[in-house]
């Protein structure tokens, strides 16, 4: 069964780090661009970072660059998430997303796409939730 299963979440203080993981059974991601995406009570559910299939190479949004790192294991078929410097507005339910699609990928994180085309990504997590509160 092809599928994304996302890890790490919790409850975390102000200032406080998380390692979110997002590990693929059923297939390998060495050619899958992988997204981090979040949804907050009662907002859309919006990009964060993603990582490339073809060179690694990476993206954030605004709100998280330079306090969040995306890194992959093909190995061991993991994509992380390092979020550090966490905020009370990074509280989510956070999902990891694969496709094949580096430019799909990219779109629908940058948020050229909007979320009614998330569900054109290959494969999807079931979330984990982060809650950043004192």
């Known amino acids: 069964q092809v599928q994304l299963v996302e890890s790490g979440g919790g409850l975390v203080q102000p200032g406080g780090s998380l390692r979110l993981s997002c590990a693929a059974s059923g297939f390998t991601l060495d050619d899958y661009a992988i997204g981090w995406f979040r949804q907050a009570p009662v907002k859309e559910r919006e990009g964060v970072s993603c990582?490339?299939?073809?060179?690694?190479?990476?993206y954030y949004v605004d709100s998280v660059k330079g306090r969040f790192t995306i890194s992959r294991d093909n190995a061991k078929s993991t994509v992380y998430l390092q979020m550090n410097g966490l905020k009370p507005e990074d509280t989510a339910v956070y999902y990891c997303?694969?496709?094949?699609?580096?430019?799909?990928?990219?779109?629908?994180?940058?948020?050229?796409?909007?979320?009614?085309?998330?569900?054109?990504?290959?494969?999807w997590g079931q979330g984990t939730l982060v809650t950043v509160s004192s």
């Open positions: 990582i490339s299939g073809l060179d690694d190479s990476t």
């Open positions: 997303a694969a496709d094949r699609s580096t430019v799909a990928v990219g779109r629908l994180v940058a948020g050229t796409l909007g979320p009614s085309a998330h569900s054109t990504l290959e494969v």
